[in-house]
């Protein structure tokens, strides 16, 4: 049998020309497209992963955040806890004080007004044994008793002590103006003369004087220069039998106090 090599060489060149177009037309598409595939599955897989770890990340975030939020939710209930308790105890505490105060007011004011009324009777006492010894005095010596409260006070100008006569006369001759002699009655002017003999014996000078009344010494005399002063009133007796009767009256209050 005859080889026919025309075919068989056309047939070799069909076959490789066909081999080409396979692989120009339809293999290298394919493997392109395999390709391309295969690169988008793996961009999507490594989206899909990038996007899995960014949830874990969130999901980490989320959990720290929960803690955190737990962590300082504990805090401040802690602290709103104590907080209560210390503004509990401060409204306690400055009702306590309040309360204390109040009695402490309310002491004070009664503690006043015992002081006020002690001291308006004290003061009608006063004027009442004022006009009991006016009257006994002028009963008695049938002098008035402004004259002899100047007697008494132009004796113990007699009777002062050198360091205070010293003292008083010195205050009395640099005062620039006219001593002061206060009185609680309008001094007669045979008082008057009488003291300012006194004075200007006393001190061996002229002594310049000016008179003023003041009834609130409850009878008494009193002179005053250059800070010094002289003076003699009732109410001095009366403030030493009023520390007395005082004294007395606290006495039996005392006893049962240490009694108990």
Same mark, same amino acid.
């Given at each position: 049998?005859?080889?026919?090599?025309?075919?068989?060489?056309?047939?070799?060149?069909?076959? !490789?020309?066909?081999?080409?177009?396979?692989?120009?037309?339809? *293999?290298?598409?394919?493997?392109?497209?395999?390709? /391309?595939?295969?690169?988008?599955?793996?961009?999507? !897989?490594?989206?899909?992963?990038?996007?899995?770890? =960014?949830?874990?990340?969130?999901?980490?975030?989320?959990?720290?955040?929960?803690?955190?939020?737990?962590?300082?939710?504990?805090?401040?209930?802690?602290?709103?806890? /104590? =907080?209560?308790? %210390?503004?509990?105890?401060?409204?306690?505490?400055?009702?306590?004080?309040?309360?204390?105060?109040?009695?402490?007011?309310?002491? /004070?004011?009664?503690?006043?007004?015992?002081?006020?009324?002690?001291?308006?009777?004290?003061?009608?006492?006063?004027?009442?044994?004022?006009?009991?010894?006016?009257?006994?005095?002028?009963?008695?010596?049938?002098?008035?008793?402004?004259?002899? &409260?100047?007697?008494?006070?132009?004796?113990?100008?007699?009777?002062?002590?050198?360091?205070?006569?010293?003292?008083?006369?010195? %205050?009395?001759?640099?005062?620039?103006?006219?001593?002061?002699?206060?009185?609680?009655?309008?001094?007669?002017?045979?008082?008057? %003369?009488?003291?300012?003999?006194?004075?200007?014996?006393?001190?061996?000078?002229?002594?310049? &004087?000016? *008179?003023?009344?003041?009834?609130?010494?409850?009878?008494?005399?009193?002179? /005053?220069?250059?800070?010094?002063?002289?003076?003699? +009133?009732?109410?001095? *007796?009366?403030?030493?039998? =009023?520390?007395?009767?005082?004294?007395?009256?606290?006495?039996?209050?005392? +006893?049962?106090?240490?009694?108990?």
């Amino acid at each position: 049998m005859l080889i026919d090599w025309f075919t068989v060489i056309a047939q070799m060149l069909n076959f !490789l020309i066909l081999v080409w177009l396979l692989k120009r037309f339809l *293999y290298q598409p394919i493997l392109t497209a395999i390709d /391309t595939r295969e690169k988008g599955i793996a961009s999507k !897989l490594a989206d899909a992963e990038a996007k899995v770890s =960014d949830a874990q990340k969130q999901q980490a975030d989320f959990e720290a955040k929960n803690k955190t939020f737990d962590e300082q939710r504990d805090a401040m209930m802690a602290k709103a806890g /104590t =907080d209560a308790k %210390a503004e509990h105890d401060r409204l306690i505490e400055a009702a306590h004080k309040q309360a204390d105060d109040n009695r402490a007011s309310e002491a /004070t004011a009664l503690k006043d007004d015992q002081a006020h009324q002690a001291v308006a009777i004290r003061r009608m006492a006063q004027d009442q044994v004022f006009a009991i010894t006016r009257k006994t005095l002028s009963d008695l010596a049938t002098v008035s008793l402004e004259e002899r &409260v100047g007697e008494v006070f132009t004796r113990r100008l007699q009777l002062m002590s050198a360091k205070d006569k010293n003292e008083m006369g010195e %205050a009395l001759k640099a005062s620039p103006e006219a001593s002061l002699i206060r009185s609680a009655f309008n001094l007669p002017d045979e008082q008057k %003369a009488a003291i300012q003999n006194a004075l200007n014996e006393t001190f061996s000078a002229v002594i310049r &004087v000016r *008179y003023e009344m003041n009834a609130d010494m409850v009878s008494g005399i009193e002179l /005053t220069a250059q800070g010094q002063k002289l003076s003699w +009133s009732i109410s001095s *007796y009366l403030d030493s039998f =009023d520390r007395s009767l005082a004294e007395a009256l606290t006495q039996p209050a005392k +006893s049962d106090t240490e009694a108990k």
